[in-house]
């Protein structure tokens, strides 16, 4: 692996001043390089949650339900990450994602989903505590999902850019929709309002290095899916929702990551766009519209298709 001082330069931080701080501040937010995946991990832990209290309390038809819910944000997530993070990391960084298992990872917590389908689906009656030990096997593996994600991610928070998590979820597949329409409704209903501040305003800002297209496509999202008491609560806490303000240029923050070739955004988001999961395709190529100049990531784009 190359060192990181070829691949990586930090930029310095730039400090507003005291006049201009508070404009500053609600014009434009740097995100967090992996806010959805952390905003997702909560999300994926309530679920676990939500499914082992219906068994509890012995509801079966909430359980089944619940479990189904579970699974179509998995499948979602899981192609989300392999279109986008697990391939730039890889494709960066000497295939780090896969030395790390996270693919591994996704594979054991699909055998452990099926054979839990599987006992839900049988023709006999089933009892909770039949149920018990196969879901904790399948919640167990969700967990080690995240926690490998946290461990593969965690060196590289705030040296790449966010964006890359958000332009795969605007132009991926066809469910995207009820992706985000989950996890804002599980950051709510679970009372989870900070969390959910937080990633409205680093969706936003991630959002405002995106093309007009893939704004216009998430933001509705958000006031469409939340209730109007949370929308207030969100607004109270400084949180606009009725527009997205463009930062003036002179006070952007300077990129993190520096390009180390003249390899253009849309070659990699080319790439990035011919990776899939289960055969699935993106269904528009990831390229910047006519308002938004090719902006370079520094990531090499991968050479070759992952086995997963």
């Not at 949650?49 to 012995?58: G, M, P």
């Not at 039949?130 to 167990?140: I, K, N, R």
């Not at 992706?179 to 959002?207: C, G, N, P």
Request: net charge positive; with cysteine.
């Amino acid at each position: 692996m190359k060192s990181s001082s070829s691949m990586l330069s930090v930029a310095p931080p730039t400090v507003p001043s005291e006049s201009s701080s508070r404009s500053r501040a609600k014009a434009y937010l740097a995100p967090r390089s992996f806010f959805l995946s952390d905003a997702t991990h909560i999300m994926l832990e309530m679920a676990m949650r939500d499914c082992e209290f219906a068994l509890i309390v012995n509801d079966m038809e909430r359980f089944g339900l619940e479990f189904k819910s579970a699974c179509r944000v998995l499948d979602n997530y899981s192609f989300l990450q392999t279109a986008g993070w697990y391939a730039v990391l890889d494709a960066r960084f000497s295939n780090i994602a896969k030395k790390r298992g996270v693919y591994d990872a996704l594979v054991a917590e699909t055998e452990s989903r099926r054979r839990l389908a599987q006992a839900l689906t049988t023709t006999e009656p089933v009892e909770p505590e039949q149920l018990e030990p196969v879901f904790e096997t399948w919640s167990e593996q969700v967990r080690a999902v995240v926690i490998k994600e946290t461990k593969l991610f965690r060196p590289f928070e705030g040296r790449l850019t966010s964006e890359i998590g958000v332009k795969v979820l605007a132009n991926g597949g066809n469910d995207w929709e009820f992706f985000m329409q989950r996890l804002l409704t599980s950051l709510e209903s679970h009372q989870q309002m900070h969390e959910l501040a937080a990633f409205v305003r680093q969706l936003q800002a991630a959002l405002q290095r995106c093309t007009d297209v893939e704004r216009e496509r998430l933001l509705p999202v958000i006031e469409k899916t939340l209730q109007s008491e949370t929308l207030q609560l969100l607004q109270g806490m400084g949180v606009e929702l009725h527009s997205l303000p463009e930062p003036p240029v002179s006070e952007q923050p300077q990129r993190i990551v520096r390009s180390t070739s003249s390899r253009s955004m849309a070659n990699l988001k080319a790439t990035i766009s011919s990776k899939s999961l289960s055969g699935k395709k993106l269904n528009a190529p990831l390229s910047p519209g006519p308002q938004s100049p090719p902006r370079s990531f520094g990531f090499k784009s991968p050479q070759k298709k992952h086995p997963w």
